[in-house]
T-cell receptor, first 112, second 112 residues
Framework: QKEVEQNSGPLSVPEGAIASLNCTYSDRVSQSFFWYRQYSGKSPELIMSIYSNGDKEDGRFTAQLNKASQYVSLLIRDSQPSDSATYLCAVNRDNYGQNFVFGPGTRLSVLP | DVKVTQSSRYLVKRTGEKVFLECVQDMDHENMFWYRQDPGLGLRLIYFSYDVKMKEKGDIPEGYSVSREKKERFSLILESASTNQTSMYLC???????????FGSGTRLTVV
């Protein structure tokens, strides 16, 4: 089983809709979870972090974590064409919490 | 904002050459990382460092080495470049697990 799995997409949603991105991970001791956004030809940029079960909201973004089921998700409300990018899920895998493994990414396309 | 600077945006090198990729961060971060990113394979960890003079192998260290003589600088060395090392190389730094990574802009290396 791969350490971090994501649907590769592309996930297409109309402008204004909610985009839902999912990620599952295999290491039960993982404690830190991050979502990165990567535009084509650019490097990843951090958009959300979550450490506890439940929801965490930041503007139009909501991260959801369920450690029992080993999944983390990212919801983007009121999706905009500028949200079109690849979204990477990252999960820590080191006792010191500094070493992360990345999922393959989900490509999101928001249609005007 | 943390700035992670990679010295070259594009590089073209010949097979067998020794290649140095430089990365400098300006926020006194302890932790620095080198990843490569390839289509279909995602981000893969090459080497990382939690302190000056310290280095640890990641998932794909073969053919690479690193140097961290100063806290702010983490260099990736391709001892004898090969065509299968053609890739996007991304340097990242982090303060701690609670802050995630800040990535540099990347170096696209082509080995011919």
């Amino acid at each position: 089983q791969k350490e971090v799995e994501q649907n590769s997409g592309p996930l297409s949603v109309p402008e204004g809709a909610i985009a839902s991105l999912n990620c599952t991970y295999s290491d039960r001791v993982s404690q830190s979870f991050f979502w990165y956004r990567q535009y084509s030809g650019k490097s990843p940029e951090l958009i959300m972090s979550i450490y506890s079960n439940g929801d965490k909201e930041d503007g139009r973004f909501t991260a959801q974590l369920n450690k029992a089921s080993q999944y983390v998700s990212l919801l983007i409300r009121d999706s905009q064409p500028s949200d079109s990018a690849t979204y990477l899920c990252a999960v820590n895998r080191d006792n010191y919490g500094q070493n992360f493994v990345f999922g393959p990414g989900t490509r999101l396309s928001v249609l005007p | 904002d943390v700035k992670v600077t990679q010295s070259s945006r594009y590089l073209v090198k010949r097979t067998g050459e020794k290649v140095f990729l430089e990365c400098v961060q300006d926020m006194d971060h302890e932790n620095m990382f080198w990843y490569r990113q390839d289509p279909g394979l995602g981000l893969r960890l090459i080497y990382f460092s939690y302190d000056v003079k310290m280095k640890e192998k990641g998932d794909i260290p073969e053919g690479y080495s690193v140097s961290r003589e100063k806290k702010e600088r983490f260099s990736l060395i391709l001892e004898s470049a090969s065509t299968n090392q053609t890739s996007m190389y991304l340097c990242a730094s982090s303060l701690s697990q609670n802050y995630g990574y800040t990535f540099g802009s990347g170096t696209r290396l082509t080995v011919v």
